[in-house]
């Protein structure tokens, strides 16, 4: 079945850059995601992009596609204290039923003052 | 516009009893999404519904179900509750269940 992974952690400096990355399997994606949790709270929609598309850019992020490798990445730069929290990346697909989302099991990033 | 509501945000139960969570979507959405977040197990789909009609379902038990009203408010229903139903459970709404925006969840504890 579908899956996406990412890996669980990612320690950086602040100031530094980030790079967080996903892979999925669904070759039929449609939309790509990245959310933010913070703790206690749900998931905050930060970016997403087309399957069709290469590359975003919003301010500080910077979100690349690989479709080929089926490979997503979110760049965070210039890295803040506040950033630190759980990203994770989801891919969705249309079906039968509508849309289909499935979501990979979060990167938790810390950021050292 | 408004965000995604859910009530109530915190919950403790007794194994055995039954619990009704709210969700009210953004206006003009009429796709609402819900999902188990647990630590172990991470984020689980539940189900959609659009229109008042269940479109997707995960694989959860049948103790779990839902409903989608007319102004696209939707509600879960646990049903017999187990400890291992504590969690985070999270709403979504979307104009068409492609990109969703979540509410700040329920937290459900069972004692």
């Known amino acids: 079945g579908e899956d996406v992974e990412q890996s669980l952690f990612l320690s950086v400096r602040e100031g530094d850059s980030s790079v967080i990355n996903c892979t999925y399997t669904?070759?039929?994606?449609?939309?790509l995601y990245w959310y933010k949790q913070e703790p206690g709270a749900g998931l905050q929609l930060l970016t997403y992009?087309?399957?069709?598309?290469d590359m975003k850019q919003d301010q500080r992020l910077t979100v690349l596609l690989n479709k080929k490798d089926k490979h997503l990445s979110l760049r965070i730069a210039d890295t803040q204290t506040g950033d630190s929290a759980i990203y994770f990346c989801a891919e969705s697909s249309r079906n039968t039923g509508g849309f289909k989302t499935i979501f990979g099991a979060g990167t938790r990033l810390f950021v050292k003052a | 516009k408004a965000g995604v509501t859910q009530t109530p945000r915190y919950l403790i139960k007794t194994r055995g009893q039954q619990v009704t969570l709210s969700c009210s979507p953004i206006?003009?959405?009429?796709?609402v999404s819900w999902y188990q977040q647990t630590p172990g197990q991470g984020l689980q789909f539940l189900f959609e519904?659009?229109?008042?009609?269940?479109?997707n379902k995960g694989n959860f038990p049948g103790r779990f179900s839902g409903r989608q009203f007319s102004n696209s408010r939707s509600e879960m229903n646990v049903s017999t509750l187990e400890l291992g139903d504590s969690a985070l459970y999270l709403c979504?709404?979307?104009?068409?269940?492609?990109?969703?925006?979540f509410g700040p969840g329920t937290r459900l504890t069972v004692l």
């Open positions: 979504a709404s979307s104009p068409q269940a492609d990109t969703q925006y």
């Open positions: 669904d070759s039929s994606s449609t939309y």
């Open positions: 206006s003009g959405h009429r796709s």
């Open positions: 992009i087309f399957s069709n598309m």
């Open positions: 519904y659009f229109s008042e009609t269940q479109r």
